[in-house]
Nanobody, 114 residues
Framework: QVHLVESGGGSAEVGGSLRLSCVAS????????MGWFRQAPGKQREFVAR???????EYTASVKGRFTVSRDSAKNTMYLQMDSLTIEDTAVYYC????????WGQGTPVTVSS
């Protein structure tokens, strides 16, 4: 059982930045991939970014060039640096990882206002 704990959510203004963290309960090099999803109010959960072990990061089109996903194996942590935030980025952000199954964190809320 893998436990994922997100942090770093909160409020920001349009054009601002936030950095989310996701700490895993075990060595993240064991995971095939780690990633971020988000769910805005009244909408379905959607893919944001992912970083496979030993491969390049991938992003959904709406965040490409503004968000950066990274991982620090020494800290068993994945990050999501979010810059140039827009109101449309308001959502609960979920961390996920894949081994033989998919694990999810509890989510951290992000609210962007003008």
């Amino acid at each position: 059982q893998v436990h994922l704990v997100e942090s770093g959510g909160g409020s920001a203004e349009v054009g601002g930045s936030l950095r989310l963290s996701c700490v895993a309960s075990e060595n993240i090099n064991r995971f095939k991939v780690m990633g971020w999803f988000r769910q805005a109010p009244g909408k379905q959960r959607e893919f944001v970014a992912r970083i496979p072990t030993g491969s390049r990061a991938e992003y959904t089109a709406s965040v490409k060039g503004r968000f950066t996903v990274s991982r620090d194996s020494a800290k068993n942590t994945m990050y999501l640096q979010m810059d140039s935030l827009t109101i449309e980025d308001t959502a609960v952000y979920y961390c996920t990882c894949v081994t033989d199954t998919i694990y999810w964190g509890q989510g951290t809320p992000v609210t962007v206002s003008s």
